[in-house]
């Protein structure tokens, strides 16, 4: 097809390149619905940009005229998003030409079968959003101080992020084009739900019935909506979720969701406590932040303290904070460095070794390779002599040792870990000497001089 010979001789341009008018037309003689792909690029340690037609948040110039141009020839087009990120999808919402709207985000390596799959209705997708998508990148309110300094960024949302500030502040709904929790399905669900206590647990009986054509799986959500006496609070905060099975047409799915009483707790940064206030506990349930209906809601009589904590890291550059009404309130500023509490935190050696500058003015990198220096602890060396076993080796390892060693530990140029970026060449954990390197087949670093093993 002339149209896929114009993208596989333009599949190394860095741009969108033009599609020319005729290919356009000759596509929409041979088909009735126009597909139309966008990327987006995503990384680490850098930002996005976010102004008007940047190719980023927004639709370049280019992008903006393919869609213009397949929309004048298609009667039905279904654009289809490969991105890790927010983008805006504003003018989708508006366009009565664009019939569906695929997000495909981190899809791995069988990504691209799958959204195949759904756009030729071999499968019914079942996914759901985890941000809100605005109208305007500016009526996110992270947006007035986005990259605004390379050394200080104020987060004056404060706690009210996402579909806590959309559903919280007042007006700020009517910004939402698609919201938190909210994705399609080729057919239809209604969920009836009721809640009770049992326990120390809120409990949530659901039934999903299939009310369309096909089958299907719906996600039940579940929201509490908190007193606010005191403490300044999100209007409803998601607390739990599930799944159903997949539904033919006309049948039904009961499922059992729970939560902890103690999670509908909120932090009290005054008395650094966990607190259930007295009031009501509303419980809703429905398939986004947007379409809920309450099924219970449980009374608290008193003020209840769940977990007394320390403020271990206080803010001391923050010039405003967001309140549930949208305003802001003054904080104060300080230019002294930040009060960090390490008293009594931890007697895990591995924490106390990876934030070192919390307990002194050494900034340096940590070293992770002190944990050898404990005495009486089994070293890898031992094992590969056959003076322990692997187990045992294992058995003495707290959770954060064990997650370094499987997943390595980046201290700029040399892993200190023994997977990770280096692969399992790299093994200066208990015992074992750091060694030289040198690239291996397919950049695997591989140690000449390992004392490891024998």
Known sequence: MPLCDFYEQNKDSNEEPAVPDDLISDASAFAD???????????EEFDRVCEKYDGDYYLSKSEESLVSAVCAKFEKVVVVFNVCGVVDLSWC?????????LCTWLGGNMGTYVAADILIGKINPSGKLSDTFAADYCDYPSSENFNASEELIEYTEDIFVGYRYFNTIPGADKKIVYPFGYGLSYTDFTIDAE????????????????VGRYSGKEVIEVYVSSPSQKLCKPKIELRAFAKTPLLSPNHKHTAEISF????????????????????????YVGNSSVNIKPAFT???DNDTVTKKLVNRCTPHKLSKRMISDG????????????????????????????????????????????????EGRIQLKQVANGEYSLDEFVSQLNLSELITLCGGYYTGGVERGVAGISGVGDMPYFGIPAAPFTEGPSGIRVSFESTAFP
């Open 93 to 101: 919402a508006e366009n009565k030409k664009i019939s569906a709207v």
């Open 298 to 300: 449980y009374h608290i």
């Open 33 to 43: 619905v126009a597909v139309i792909t966008f990327s987006r690029i995503s990384g």
């Open 327 to 374: 305003s802001y309130i003054d904080c104060e500023i300080s230019e002294n460095a930040a009060k960090n509490d390490v008293s009594n935190f931890s007697d895990d050696l591995y924490w106390q070794n990876s934030h070192k500058e919390l307990f002194s003015n050494d900034v340096s990198r940590p070293d992770l390779r002190i944990l050898q220096s404990e």
């Open 260 to 283: 902890k009483i103690l999670d509908m707790a909120s932090y009290d940064e005054q008395s650094a406590s966990y607190v259930l206030e007295k009031g009501d506990y509303t419980v």
């Open 195 to 210: 809640g009770c206590r049992k326990g120390d647990n809120i409990s949530v009986t659901a039934t999903v019935k299939n």
